[in-house]
């Protein structure tokens, strides 16, 4: 994960989080649209519309300029699109990125409430491009789908250890706090036992005092 990355991600994350990587669907998935708008609305049309002095006086070239100008500005839609819908991998979440110009949508899961990760393909050519689909199953039958994901097995492994070290250092947490806990209660323990036996000695003097306030001959010089 490079710098620009992470500062343009960041907004999506709670301050308290760091980003660890971020995870792109497959770049097949743009290059294919790529491909056929630039095929279908620039290619062919600027072909036809060169080789054919019929179309050339039929249609003026301004409208060819607008359609390419159209066609540009749809590109940069698909690119940024296909950017901007992403996995973003924290220290303790994977948020679910899906962002466009006029909307932004946005699920987490924390890493203790993934049940399984599953990864399917669909084609024989998913197995050549090394391209599956991504689904984090969560513990309430919710799911999260990164379609046409690349090296999946590489984010699963990297979401695991990332898992693992926040297990060890919540276990480590629990250990310090166990242990702080323990040491106040032998403090409170020592205290009560000490209030307890204070407590008694008191009772014991009283008892003898009152004795020998009724007792013959005594004295009392209060």
Do not use: C
């Not at 660890?20 to 630039?38: G, P």
């Not at 629990?174 to 020592?190: F, G, K, P, S």
Request: charged share 25%; hydrophobic share 50%; no cysteine.
């Amino acid at each position: 994960m490079n710098k620009f990355e992470k500062s343009f991600f960041s907004k999506y994350v709670p301050e308290w989080q760091e980003i660890q990587w971020v995870l792109h669907s497959h770049f097949v998935n743009i290059f294919n649209k790529l491909f056929l708008w630039l095929t279908l609305w620039v290619i062919i049309p600027s072909f036809l519309y060169y080789y054919s002095i019929r179309l050339q006086e039929l249609v003026p070239f301004f409208v060819l300029e607008w359609l390419l100008i159209i066609v540009f500005i749809r590109i940069i839609y698909n690119i940024f699109n296909w950017y901007n819908d992403v996995w973003i991998v924290t220290t303790l979440w994977v948020i679910q990125l899906d962002r466009a110009f006029f909307k932004t949508n946005t699920k987490s899961v924390e890493f203790e409430k993934i049940e399984w990760i599953e990864v399917q393909q669909s084609w024989i050519i998913d197995k050549i491009l090394k391209k599956w689909d991504l689904i984090i199953h969560k513990i309430w039958d919710d799911t999260f789908l990164l379609a046409n994901s690349m090296n999946p097995y590489l984010w699963i492994d990297f979401i695991e250890e990332i898992s693992q070290e926040n297990e060890v250092i919540k276990e480590t947490h629990n250990e310090h706090y166990d242990l702080i806990m323990d040491a106040l209660w032998w403090v409170v323990e020592n205290y009560l036992e000490k209030k307890l036996e204070k407590t008694d000695k008191e009772t014991e003097a009283e008892k003898i005092v009152e004795e020998a306030k009724v007792k013959k001959g005594t004295l009392d010089l209060r």
